[in-house]
């Protein structure tokens, strides 16, 4: 059975790029273009997973990874950064706030990340 995937990305071509990964695996996608999208679709969705950037029109990741965990409904699930900020502050609020891993986007290719997601769903 298809896992539910929420990918939370602004910019269309990673977007596009990572949807067709997901889309290749089997996977049930959802995509978010922005933060609020982001945790209302978490919400309604519950997906089994969230990929989520952090740079994002409206609320940024760090407040998107912030309201999902603090609502009991969403907080058991794991979201996964993709960010191109790779400062060891970020990752470390990010890990602080909850994150279940965090993928610098010039470190791995899309394949390496689906491997992640892959790992998280077993």
Do not use: C, W
């Not at 959802?30 to 990929?51: C, F, Q, R, S």
């Not at 309201?67 to 794991?78: G, S």
């Amino acid at each position: 059975m298809p896992h539910k995937i929420l990918l939370v990305e602004d910019d269309r071509f990673l977007r596009e790029l990572m949807s067709q990964k997901i889309v290749k695996m089997g996977e049930d996608l959802v995509v978010a273009v922005d933060g609020e999208e982001g945790v209302k679709k978490t919400k309604e969705e519950k997906p089994e997973i969230v990929l989520l950037d952090l740079m994002l029109p409206g609320i940024d990741g760090f407040g998107v990874l912030s309201q999902i965990k603090a609502d009991p409904e969403t907080a058991e699930i794991p979201v996964i950064i993709l960010s191109n900020l790779g400062q060891k502050e970020d990752i470390d609020r990010a890990l602080k706030l909850g994150a279940a891993d965090f993928l610098v986007k010039a470190h791995f290719t899309p394949q390496e990340i689906i491997d992640k997601i892959e790992q998280y769903l077993k």
